[in-house]
């Protein structure tokens, strides 16, 4: 697949992003972005084009969730993120791809970013429900609270070592069938 260089109508981060030919963007429910990880807009670009593919698709109802989820998994790699195959050469700027794929029945978001440390997740509560009155912070892990949103709004949450290095963190909207169709059997999406 060409590819082509994005210089009008997004943010700095994105400038120097490559992203498929429109029209297959377009014609499929596929939207894929590269952005540099340090760039101060990339989580603010990151959201902006998720939320936009959601609605050209008639998935607004997930739009808060799918953007508090991409904020949290590109904001992860933002702080996190050490290029593993390309630390040592000089000059080069980690990068950030967000992928977003629907099909009748799931919407996947998929962040892909240089390094290949797994993501944490909080293991549980320090102390236990007894110190909370006295010291609430006891129940608030250091790392973690980010993918524990993503794991509460999301309908799956998992992550893959790519095979050069680097890894991708996947979440999966379930649309109940049909795009556009809540989640659940009643008719109505869950709330965080």
């Not at 400038?15 to 894929?32: K, L």
């Not at 998935?59 to 799918?66: K, R, T, Y």
């Not at 909370?132 to 524990?148: I, S, V, Y």
Request: glycine residues 10%.
């Amino acid at each position: 697949m060409a590819t082509g260089k994005i210089t009008q109508g997004l943010l700095p981060a994105a400038e120097a992003g490559f992203v498929g030919p429109a029209g297959v963007a377009a014609a499929s429910r596929f939207r894929a972005l590269t952005l540099f990880a340090y760039a101060e807009d990339t989580p603010q670009a990151a959201r902006r084009i998720a939320v936009e593919a959601l609605r050209s698709w008639d998935l607004g109802d997930l739009a808060d969730d799918v953007e508090l989820c991409v904020s949290e998994l590109v904001g992860n790699v933002v702080l996190h993120v050490i290029a593993d195959r390309y630390s040592m050469e000089p000059g080069h700027r980690p990068v950030i791809t967000l992928t977003l794929r629907s099909w009748p029945r799931w919407l996947f978001v998929d962040v892909a970013d240089e390094d290949s440390d797994p993501p944490t997740l909080p293991l549980g509560d320090g102390f236990g429900p007894d110190l909370a009155e006295d010291l609430p912070e006891a129940l608030l892990p250091d790392h973690g609270r980010g993918l524990h949103i993503v794991r509460t709004l999301a309908d799956g949450l998992w992550w893959t070592p790519d095979e050069g290095g680097g890894k991708s963190v996947f979440c999966r909207f379930d649309l109940g069938g049909s795009v556009g169709a809540p989640s659940t059997a009643t008719g109505e999406r869950r709330s965080a």
